[in-house]
């Protein structure tokens, strides 16, 4: 692929899941979620807003890097089988937003951040088979993510009982998860995420 090709296509769809993420951000152009998200416990470890957005701008340059490598690669069986993961770390990063603030349900998003862990996983595995740089790329996302999964098991341990959850469902399911600890559990707990839905 074109290396002008690859930097619009990464670009694009990384810009496309930021703003579909800034739309539904506890920022005060979005009072709703604002006021939401204040309200609800948060674990102490919960990194201050600032620094959250400051790791995700380094993390997106990162993810973009990994994705544009993988493009510009030469054609292969390998390189489909990491852009695959690549993309669903991107779609998530898109969806993530809209299932914790738009739709309030800190199960589902918990589940969500488990499969972007898996995702995560799978891309620095897959990559390193291509492109050594770009899985090297992947690795502080795979740390950040991880770090997430925590926050967000514990968000929604901290509010399950709360009813805080909207959209006339309760916040969280009434029974905890298994432990998102491997991919094969992922799957599992997303399947039933989904069927419950």
Excluded at 22 to 49: C, G, M, N
Excluded at 100 to 106: A, D, N, P, W
Aim: proline content about 7%; aromatic content about 6%.
């Amino acid at each position: 692929m074109r290396k002008g090709t690859a930097v619009l296509l990464v670009g694009g769809a990384i810009a496309a899941a930021t703003l579909a993420g800034r739309r539904y951000s506890p920022r005060p152009q979005h009072p709703e979620s604002l006021a939401w998200y204040d309200s609800i416990e948060k674990p102490v470890f919960t990194p201050p807003p600032a620094a959250i957005g400051a790791v995700w701008g380094v993390l997106e340059v990162l993810l973009g890097i990994t994705g544009y490598r993988l493009l510009t690669a030469p054609p292969s069986k390998e390189r489909t089988r990491a852009l695959v993961p690549w993309s669903l770390i991107v779609a998530g990063l898109g969806t993530h937003s809209w299932l914790f603030f738009g739709r309030k349900r800190l199960d589902q998003s918990m589940v969500l951040v488990g499969g972007l862990l898996a995702s995560s996983i799978a891309s620095i595995l897959t990559a390193a088979r291509v492109d050594k740089l770009a899985a090297k790329a992947g690795v502080p996302l795979l740390a950040w993510v991880s770090c997430a999964s925590l926050l967000a098991e514990e968000t929604w341990r901290l509010n399950r009982k709360t009813g805080l959850g909207g959209s006339g469902a309760p916040a969280v399911a009434a029974h905890r998860p298994p432990a998102l600890t491997s991919a094969e559990e992922t799957v599992r707990a997303a399947r039933r995420a989904l069927a419950r839905a």
